[in-house]
């Protein structure tokens, strides 16, 4: 388990569940869950016993909480933090992807974005190596 504390106070949450996907801002309710712009609390201690959460995303400009189902291991937790994790990479780069929104269908209507920031070494052949990522909020 990680420390929640360390886990952004307010963000954005992506969280895929089996029947849907979740996308949207919430709010740290205490030391231990979140709560949703729907109103949907997610306790972070029993996490791992809800079976329909494949993944879980909670980040901010510097910090991604990450949760990911795996079949042999179960749910697997990260804090990926630029601060600590950009000493072990030589670089990064970041894409910004368009959020779509229920009833956009023309590209004119895109305004939400999300970050994906790459970490990047390069391998003993010289060819970059992208293993670790985390999401971030765009402005």
Do not use: W
Not at 80 to 89: G, R
């Amino acid at each position: 388990m990680h420390d929640y504390m360390k886990i952004p106070d307010q963000g954005t949450v992506f969280a895929v569940y089996r029947d849907r996907i979740v996308y949207g801002k919430y709010q740290k309710s205490n030391a231990d869950s979140v709560i949703l712009q729907d109103g949907t609390l997610i306790n972070l201690t029993v996490i791992a016993q809800n079976t329909d959460l494949l993944e879980l995303h909670l980040f901010d400009q510097s910090r991604e909480y990450r949760c990911v189902r795996t079949r042999q291991r179960g749910m697997l937790e990260s804090l990926i933090e630029d601060k600590s994790v950009s000493a072990e990479y030589e670089d990064s780069y970041m894409e910004e992807i368009y959020v779509l929104e229920k009833g956009v269908d023309q590209q004119e209507q895109f305004r939400r974005k999300v970050g994906v920031v790459n970490y990047i070494h390069y391998n003993a052949d010289d060819l970059a190596v992208i293993d670790q990522y985390r999401l971030k909020e765009v402005e």
